[in-house]
Nanobody
């Protein structure tokens, strides 16, 4: 079994910063892409940022220039540095990882439990 443990959410004023972290543990052979998604009530979960094992990053347009995703492959950990936060960044942030648990098995999708980010205006 694979576990993704997130931390770093909280309440911050608009213009402030937060740093989220997500560590994968358990039966991990390798991890392909890892990323952050967020969800607000009544809306679908949306991609915020992803990063591959080779360091290729992707961001949603609304966070470009404000958020930075980073990764430590040796620690199976990613971070999301969020600067210049806006009220519309509020939501539950979920960590996602495409994990290979055995060298001959296809990658499987795993999710963390989510961490709340609230930006007050």
């Amino acid at each position: 079994q694979v576990q993704l443990v997130e931390s770093g959410g909280g309440l911050v004023q608009a213009g402030g910063s937060l740093r989220l972290s997500c560590a994968a543990s358990g039966s991990v052979f390798s991890i392909n892409a890892m990323g952050w998604y967020r969800q607000v009530p009544g809306k679908q979960r949306e991609l915020v940022a992803t990063i591959t094992s080779s360091g290729n990053m992707q961001y949603r347009d609304s966070v470009k220039g404000r958020f930075t995703i980073s990764r430590d492959n040796a620690k199976n950990t990613i971070w999301l540095q969020m600067n210049s936060l806006k009220a519309e960044d509020t939501g539950v942030y979920y960590c996602n990882a495409l994990v290979v648990v055995h060298r001959f098995w296809a990658p499987q999708d795993y999710w963390g439990q989510g961490t709340q980010v609230t930006v007050s205006s």
